[in-house]
């Protein structure tokens, strides 16, 4: 049980000089610790501001490449489609310009044989 009549020591008071002393040491240990944290997070920013603008930088590298092996390949293909349609043009027109026997222009000897067959037999 602890005895209530018994006195407690009061603590030792410095003067209050010593106090205004301890107050403005205080203060100045906090402003120094908020100063280099300041300074530290302004070093982290402009870090993290340099990563950004390097990455940046190389995703606009990567994307200009991708854009020409796009236009690259888009030029390929485009040339290849137009061999295909050179090619399929120029069969028609040695369609065209060979006779097939198709029609009785491209057939002149065998029409005449046809019509004027009974009078070469004759």
Do not use: C, Y
């Not at 590298?61 to 040339?79: C, N, P, T």
């Not at 349609?85 to 005449?112: C, S």
């Amino acid at each position: 049980m602890v005895d209530m009549n018994v006195a407690v020591p009061a603590p030792e008071v410095d003067g209050p000089l010593e106090v205004l002393k301890r107050v403005k040491s205080v203060e100045t240990e906090w402003d120094e610790k908020l100063a280099a944290a300041r300074h530290a997070s302004q070093e982290a920013l402009g870090r993290l501001k340099e990563e950004a603008v390097a990455a940046i930088k190389a995703a606009h590298a990567d994307v200009e490449a991708a854009r020409a092996r796009a236009l690259e390949e888009a030029r390929v293909q485009g040339e290849r489609e137009v061999a295909e349609i050179l090619a399929e043009g120029e069969r028609a027109a040695e369609g065209i310009a060979r006779p097939d026997g198709k029609r009785p222009q491209d057939r002149p000897r065998e029409v005449l044989a046809v019509v004027l067959g009974p009078f070469v037999e004759s």
